[in-house]
């Protein structure tokens, strides 16, 4: 079995930074694109940040310049740097990623259970 578990998340004030960690542990083989996702209250789930196997990476506009997405394959971890934070990016963040637990088998996508980020004075 895989497990996928962030943490990092907490309460900061606006401008502030805070860093995301999301690490696969159990069954994993190898690892495809990872992402970040968040949803507000009373929101749908929207597509934070995204980082390939080439580390190729892709931004919502509401956070291109603000945040950064990194992955280290050695410790199957994936971040997010997230600066300059505003009270509009209050919400559960989830990560995302793509495994293959055995060459055998094919990329399974499995989610975290998600941490919360509050930005408020």
């Known amino acids: 079995q895989v497990q996928v578990v962030e943490s990092g998340g907490g309460l900061v004030q606006p401008g502030g930074s805070l860093r995301l960690s999301c690490v696969a542990s159990?069954?994993?083989?190898?690892?495809?694109?990872m992402s970040w996702y968040r949803q507000a209250p009373e929101n749908e789930r929207e597509l934070v940040a995204e980082?390939?196997?080439?580390?190729?990476?892709m931004y919502a506009d509401s956070v291109k310049g603000r945040f950064a997405i990194s992955r280290d394959n050695t410790k199957n971890t994936m971040y997010l740097q997230m600066n300059s934070l505003k009270p509009e990016d209050t919400a559960v963040y989830y990560c995302k990623m793509a495994v293959r637990a055995t060459q055998n088998q094919g990329l399974k996508y499995y989610w975290g259970q998600g941490t919360q980020v509050t930005v408020s004075s």
């Open positions: 159990g069954a994993v083989f190898f690892i495809g694109p």
């Open positions: 980082i390939g196997v080439s580390e190729t990476t």
